[in-house]
């Protein structure tokens, strides 16, 4: 993933391993809660990420097109080691996101299984960080929370 330092509604590509652009994030401007559309390549809408900030603590909410929640994110506790924010998944296993989220560089686990890892070390490129998805899990979703992520831990909030 490749960060923006400034764009005009938060538009940026996710793109896989070789370089091939996979997800579009497509930030909706002058809303009065930010939204983001994550789309495929084709520019179907897969999930819309919702900002909710009439909480205690800030969420963030993952919807379908139709706009049914399909996982809400919350930040759960930071501490001067450590960040931590759960993930409430609709039908499903709830995830755990804990490390140092400011540098990108934190796991996602479930049931204490590491299902995600996400990294800047991995690259030399300024403002890119890696996300790694364990076989088997719903990618998009995973990828998804790290934008949500992304936009939570931004200075620019």
């Known amino acids: 993933m490749r960060q923006k330092l400034v764009s005009i509604g938060d538009d940026y590509w996710i ?4 370089g091939r652009r996979a ?5 909706k401007a002058l809303r009065v ?17 919702q900002e909710r900030m009439l909480r205690i603590r800030d969420t963030m909410e993952i919807e379908d097109p139709g706009g049914r ?14 960040d931590r924010m759960t993930v409430e998944v609709e039908g499903g296993p709830d ?11 934190y ?6 299984d590491t299902v995600a890892e996400v990294s800047k070390r991995w690259f030399r490129v300024a403002d890119t960080y ?12 995973l ?14 909030r």
């Open 15 to 18: 793109e896989d391993g070789d």
């Open 23 to 27: 997800y579009k994030v497509d930030g």
């Open 33 to 49: 809660r930010e939204t983001l559309n994550f789309d495929d390549p084709s520019g179907n809408t897969l999930l819309r990420i």
């Open 69 to 82: 929640t399909v996982a809400r994110v919350k930040q759960a506790m930071i501490t001067p080691l450590r």
């Open 95 to 105: 995830l755990k996101v804990q490390g140092n989220l400011l540098e990108h560089e």
């Open 107 to 112: 796991k996602v686990e479930v049931d204490g």
């Open 130 to 141: 890696g996300v790694e998805i364990q076989p088997g899990q719903n990618d998009v979703l």
């Open 143 to 156: 990828l998804a929370v790290t934008t949500v992520i992304d936009q939570m831990t931004s200075p620019d």
